[in-house]
T-cell receptor
Framework: DQQVKQNSPSLSVQEGRISILNCDYTNSMFDYFLWYKKYPAEGPTFLISISSIKDKNEDGRFTVFLNKSAKHLSLHIVPSQPGDSAVYFCAASAIGAQKLVFGQGTRLTINP | EADIYQTPRYLVIGTGKKITLECSQTMGHDKMYWYQQDPGMELHLIHYSYGVNSTEKGDLSSESTVSRIRTEHFPLTLESARPSHTSQYLC????????????FGSGTRLTVV
């Protein structure tokens, strides 16, 4: 039973345009959501997070939106840059669980 | 600059060998985790520890074992490696009270032949 799903295995975007990565979850107990970025042969690095009490969090070029009723969150990157090419993982944590549940990842490719 | 270190980065080993994947962090974090990831798949939690002498199995069953004798050290051991153990193993840590943001090591890519 996969609780966090990223249904797009890959996404290709032109440099300078907006990249939108999507994530759906099934567990209504999740109260904290994170996005990680992973380059090949490296560990994931924390990118941005959002608490369930908010519907938007912004950090520079990165914005995460949370729609609790739809159990959906998205990561917007604008403008997209070649260095953004990586695999992006959505992760979630339930209240008191202290463990992260990850999605399968979306490979983002930014084309020049 | 990474504050959590995993060695080796890459390991190719024969079936039946015993291996230990090392993970050390210099941040004084009390919570440490081992995740396993296959290409194109999600990260699966296989072990975690909330502090010294505390270890728990994760959501994905694994034949590996872990120990936590020191705060900074969380090694993972496979007594007898098999080809099905071929995967990437990622170690992470975080401190209690932080916003769930884990710090990950660079990972060990294990290939059992």
């Amino acid at each position: 039973d996969q609780q966090v799903k990223q249904n797009s295995p890959s996404l290709s975007v032109q440099e300078g345009r907006i990249s939108i990565l999507n994530c759906d979850y099934t567990n209504s107990m999740f109260d904290y959501f994170l996005w990680y970025k992973k380059y090949p042969a490296e560990g994931p690095t924390f990118l941005i997070s959002i608490s369930s009490i908010k519907d938007k969090n912004e950090d520079g070029r990165f914005t995460v939106f949370l729609n609790k009723s739809a159990k959906h969150l998205s990561l917007h990157i604008v403008p997209s840059q070649p260095g953004d090419s990586a695999v992006y993982f959505c992760a979630a944590s339930a209240i008191g669980a202290q463990k992260l549940v990850f999605g399968q990842g979306t490979r983002l490719t930014i084309n020049p | 600059e990474a504050d959590i270190y995993q060695t080796p980065r890459y390991l190719v080993i024969g079936t039946g060998k015993k291996i230990t994947l090392e993970c050390s962090q210099t941040m004084g974090h009390d919570k440490m985790y081992w995740y396993q990831q296959d290409p194109g798949m999600e990260l699966h939690l296989i072990h975690y520890s909330y502090g010294v002498n505390s270890t728990e199995k994760g959501d994905l069953s694994s034949e590996s074992t872990v120990s936590r004798i020191r705060t900074e050290h969380f090694p993972l051991t496979l007594e007898s490696a098999r080809p099905s153990h071929t995967s990437q193993y990622l170690c992470a840590s975080r401190n209690t009270g932080t916003n769930y943001g884990y710090t990950f090591g660079s990972g060990t890519r294990l290939t059992v032949v």
